[in-house]
């Protein structure tokens, strides 16, 4: 499914990085590393051309949320689908969520879910790290042994699908975060609240309760309150929805608090008024808003108080999702399709192209403690690249994606971009 090639040049593309946009340049690529970056030449010795003219070459995408189903939910996904679909949408990293069967909250389960992945990330080249669930099971009543999974080499604990309910537990992680360094995840949803949707014609039509804003924003304040106490912590708000959370994330950055955010791509481009109500890949966790809340997403990821965007990959089965969105699962899948948005955005003049490999590739790689090896695109490093024509603008279809399950929200939409190939090292995937 690729070629290895020793030596390349990738010739006379565009390079965006989250620095600058250079036009006219040259990647030469030795044993996977970059070994020159120049303006364009010609080249008398052997070496592999790869024509990079009228394509833009970028840090390949780095996504934090992902639900690969791994293990267990194969009906779900799969580790050769969930990967395939990283790689054609420019993802070369991701974190995968720990609500599987058996839930990840053992280094036994770490292992079994590393060695299901392992072939799959040979083949793809994308490499996929693990979360760990912050209470056993995600039960949110006892703590999981945060020391022995920070060991094993867990990036983060969150009990993502859930929010975290009792205030000692989340102390209890802030404690071991401030110690091992690493993010505590909170999928920010008080329970009780009863909806599916956010108030909305379909809300309306099937008439169920709305799914209020304030059941994030209120766990958020709550998270924001206990963290002050741990200055040494890292708290992460996953899938930001309302503008409440937004603002409440802005006046803890003010504060100093050790806090960070990221948005979904379905948020930044959807609104509870879009919903199609015969289509349930419209129903997600947090759900879609109104266009007030939709706006403070787009413009906190433009001045850097949404840190950067995670998908919220949530595949499943047909079965799943059925068109009664009462009783349908929570989840549209979103990595074929997350750079699309984002350079959809950046067509509409939203984002720059500095801003677009900001908030898709380097804050994540910083995030996850992987810089040193993506998110930017510079002489010396292995290079990690996505070889993208930004000018195509074409509809998103079921049968382009890659994914084993096809509940995106996204099919129909005009996106802008298509991922021409990716570089992962010394190896060069092709797509059509
Ligand atoms: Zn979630």
């Known amino acids: 499914m690729y070629h290895a090639y020793p030596h390349y040049v990738i010739k006379n593309v565009e390079l965006w990085t989250a620095e600058g946009v250079e036009k006219g340049r040259d990647v030469e690529v030795h044993e996977g590393r970059v070994v020159s970056i120049h303006p364009t030449a010609e080249y008398a010795s052997p070496v592999t051309i790869i024509d990079g ?20 939910q194969e009906q779900k996904e799969t580790p050769g689908t969930g990967l395939l679909a990283a790689l054609r949408g420019g993802v070369a990293a991701v974190l995968s969520m720990p609500n599987t069967k058996p839930v990840i909250d053992s280094v036994d389960v770490c292992k079994l879910a590393a060695l299901e992945l392992c072939e799959a990330e040979k083949l793809t080249g994308v490499r996929a790290y693990l979360s760990a669930s912050i209470t056993r099971d995600l039960k949110g009543q006892e703590p999981v ?16 699908g859930v929010g975290v309910v009792k205030d000692e537990l989340m102390e209890a992680v802030f404690q071991a975060s401030a110690v091992t360094g690493l993010p505590v995840l909170q999928h920010a949803e008080y329970p009780g609240h009863g909806g599916v949707l956010a108030a909305g014609p379909v809300q309306e039509k099937i008439g169920s309760k709305p799914y209020p804003a304030a059941a994030e924003a209120d766990m958020v304040a709550r998270d924001l309150k206990l963290l002050a106490r741990y200055p040494k912590a890292r708290y992460h708000v996953l899938h930001a929805s309302a503008l409440e959370t937004v603002e409440l994330v802005a006046d803890a950055k003010r504060r100093g608090l050790p806090v960070t955010c990221e948005v979904s791509p ?7 008024a879009d919903i199609d109500e015969h289509n349930s890949a419209f129903k997600m966790n947090p759900p879609l808003r109104s266009a007030r809340d939709r706006e403070a997403l787009r413009q ?13 990959h949530a595949p499943h089965e047909p079965t799943a999702k059925s068109e009664n969105f009462k009783t ?15 350079l959809s955005l950046w067509k509409e003049g939203l984002l720059s192209p500095t801003d677009v490999v900001r908030c898709f590739a380097k804050k994540p790689a910083e995030f996850l403690g992987i810089a040193d090896e993506f998110g930017t695109i510079a002489t010396g ?21 890659f994914s084993l399950s096809k509940n995106n929200c996204f099919i129909g939409q005009a996106l802008t971009g298509h991922v021409h190939a990716m570089f992962l ?7 059509s």
């Open 381 to 401: 490093r292995p290079l990690k690249a996505a070889l993208v024509n930004t000018n195509s603008q074409d509809v998103v279809r079921e049968e382009d994606l």
């Open 425 to 431: 090292n010394d190896r060069f995937y092709l797509f």
């Open 53 to 72: 003219s009228g394509l833009v070459l970028m840090p390949a995408g780095v996504d934090p949320q992902v639900h690969l189903r791994v293990p267990g």
């Open 145 to 160: 042994d945060y020391q022995a999974l920070a060991q094993w080499g867990v990036k983060a604990f969150t009990d993502d």
């Open 328 to 342: 349908a699962a929570f989840g549209t899948t979103g990595l074929e399709t997350s750079l699309r948005v984002l």
């Open 266 to 272: 379905h948020h930044l481009w959807f609104t509870s």
């Open 300 to 312: 906190g990821l433009k001045n850097g108080i949404v840190d950067f965007v995670a998908t919220d």
